[in-house]
C-alpha cells in the first residue's frame, strides 16, 4: 500500500501517488482520500541511501574484541565470530540495523556479505531472507573468500553465492597473492553472470598497493562500464598529486564510481605508523575533479572493524566535510544521489515523475541537516511512509533542575529576579 498524500513542508508541498511524485510547488489543495502530513517546519530531500555496509556483521562489536583496532586485528576477530553467526542470528542483527537505517532516512542499502571458508553462504542466505521483507531496497554483494586465485573452494562459494540470489559480485584483491589476476578473475564473473561488481580495491595506506589501473583496464575488457564500483582505494590518497589525477581520469574513463567509506578507514589505518600519522581516505578531490561518482557509506556499523557507527548516513556526511572537505551540501549528495547511482537505482529529484523516496527532517537547510543531524525525521519508501521519529524534550531551566547531592554542598539558593545568577560557578 503506497501513500496518496500531500506532504507539507518548508519550501512547498508535494503530492506524492503510486510511489511517485506527481507534483511539487506550492501547496495543493488535498483530493478525498489523500493523507496530508503537515511537515511545514521540515526540509524535504531526496532519501539517502547506503552504498557500502557489512550487515552480516552489524552489532557484533563487543562479542568478538579487537584490541588491534586495525585491519588485521578484525579480519581475524571476524573469523573467529564465524561459529557463532548463525542463519537466525545473522537476520536479527540485520533486522535491527536495517531498522535503524530506514528511520534515519535510508530507504536502500548494499550488503557486501562474507561468502567464505568458515561461514560458507549461511550469512548470504539468510540476508537473502531479511532481503524479502526489509523496509529498504536491500542488494547483497557475495564477498569472495581471499586468497581468491587458485583456490577452489572460495570460486565455488562465491558462485554459489550467487545462485543463491546475490546481487553483485565483490572480492578483496589486496589481500590476494595476484592482486591484478583476482581483478580480473572476478571482473569475468560478474561479467558471465550479468551481474554489478564491487570490489573492496585496498584498504591500506602502503602506495605500493595499488590495483585501480588494472580494475580499469578490467572493466573495459569485460563491458562492465557503469556497472563497476571501487570501494576504498584507501592507497590512492597516499599516491603524489601527479598518480592521483591520472588514476581518477582512468577510473572516470572507464565508468567507475568510488565508494569511500571514512569511518572505517580512519579508525583502522594509519595506526602504528612510524612517521606523520597518514590518513585512511582516497583521493577524493581528484576523483570529483575528473567527474568519478564518489558516493560514501558507513562501512560497519558497530563491528570488529569498527566499534562505532550510528547507521546514520548524516554521521557519514558529517565525515565527509570534517575528514574529506566536502562542502555540507556535497557530502549529503555523496550519501545519497551518489550511493543511488552507485546502486544504479532511479535518481530522486523533488519533481514530477521521480520516485517518491523521500526524507523530511526538522532542519532550514541541507547544512544544518547534515551539521545538527537532528533524529525528528520521517521517511517515505516508493511512496510510503516507512518511519517517522519525533523528539520529546523536556527543557527546564538551570534554576528549576535539582543538582545531585552526595558530597556536594546543597545549590545556593536563586536570587530572587536574577534567575541567571544561580548555579555554582
Ligand atoms: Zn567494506
Known amino acids: 500500500m503506497t501513500d496518496r498524500a500531500v506532504i507539507r513542508h518548508a519550501a512547498g508541498a508535494v503530492r506524492i501517488a503510486d510511489g511517485v511524485i506527481v507534483s511539487a510547488g506550492p501547496e495543493p489543495a488535498a483530493r478525498p482520500g489523500e493523507q496530508v502530513h503537515d511537515l511545514t517546519g521540515y526540509l524535504l530531500l531526496p532519501a539517502p541511501a547506503e552504498p557500502h555496509v557489512h550487515l552480516d556483521k552489524a552489532l557484533l562489536a563487543g562479542r568478538i574484541p579487537n584490541p588491534a583496532g586495525d585491519l588485521t586485528g578484525a579480519i581475524g576477530a571476524s573469523r573467529r565470530a564465524y561459529r557463532t553467526m548463525t542463519a537466525d542470528d545473522v537476520a536479527e542483527r540485520a533486522g535491527r540495523a536495517l531498522r535503524e537505517a530506514a528511520a534515519n532516512g535510508c530507504t536502500a542499502v548494499r ?3 562474507n561468502c567464505t571458508s568458515g561461514i560458507g553462504t549461511t550469512a548470504l542466505r539468510a540476508l537473502a531472507e531479511v532481503r524479502r521483507t526489509a ?18 573452494l572460495h570460486r565455488r562459494l562465491l558462485l554459489d553465492a550467487i545462485e543463491a540470489g546475490a546481487d553483485v559480485v565483490g572480492g578483496v584483491p589486496a589481500l590476494d597473492p ?3 589476476r583476482a581483478v580480473h578473475e572476478l571482473a569475468r564473473i560478474a561479467a558471465d553472470h550479468h551481474l554489478p561488481l564491487d570490489l573492496h580495491l585496498d584498504e591500506t595506506t602502503d602506495p605500493a598497493v595499488l590495483t585501480l589501473r588494472e580494475f580499469a583496464s578490467a572493466v573495459r575488457e569485460h563491458a562492465l562500464e557503469g556497472r563497476a564500483t571501487a570501494s576504498h582505494c584507501v592507497s590512492l590518497g597516499q599516491q ?7 588514476v581518477a581520469h582512468l577510473l572516470a574513463d572507464a565508468g567507475i564510481a568510488v565508494v569511500v567509506l571514512p569511518q572505517t578507514n580512519l579508525g583502522l589505518q594509519g595506526r602504528n605508523a612510524p612517521g606523520p600519522i597518514p590518513r585512511g581516505l582516497t583521493a577524493v578531490a581528484e576523483l570529483l575533479a575528473a567527474g568519478v561518482p564518489v558516493a ?10 569498527n566499534p562505532l557507527g550510528r547507521i546514520d548516513p548524516l554521521e557519514t556526511a558529517a ?28 535518481e530522486v529529484r523533488l519533481a514530477p515523475g521521480y520516485p517518491a523516496d523521500l526524507l523530511a527532517i526538522a532542519a532550514s537547510s541541507p547544512e ?3 551539521a545538527a543531524a537532528s533524529p525528528q525525521r520521517v521517511v517515505w519508501r516508493a511512496g510510503r511512509r516507512i518511519a517517522a521519529t519525533r523528539l520529546v524534550r523536556d527543557e527546564m531551566h538551570w534554576t528549576d533542575m535539582r543538582l545531585p547531592t552526595g558530597n556536594l554542598e546543597p545549590p545556593p539558593r536563586p536570587a530572587a529576579g536574577r534567575p541567571g545568577s544561580a548555579g555554582r560557578g
Open 111 to 113: 550488503s557486501h556479505v
Open 135 to 152: 523496509p529498504v531496497t536491500v542488494q547483497l554483494v557475495a564477498l569472495a573468500g581471499f586468497p581468491f586465485t587458485g583456490h577452489a
Open 178 to 180: 595476484d592482486p591484478p
Open 240 to 246: 603524489d598529486a601527479s598518480a592521483r589525477a591520472e
Open 296 to 305: 560514501a557509506g558507513g562501512d560497519n556499523w558497530r563491528d570488529m572493524f
Open 319 to 346: 565525515l565527509m566535510v570534517a575528514a574529506a572537505h566536502l562542502t555540507p551540501a556535497q557530502a549529503y549528495h555523496a550519501v545519497s544521489a551518489a550511493s543511488r547511482r552507485v546502486m544504479g537505482l532511479p
Open 368 to 370: 544544518e541537516a547534515v
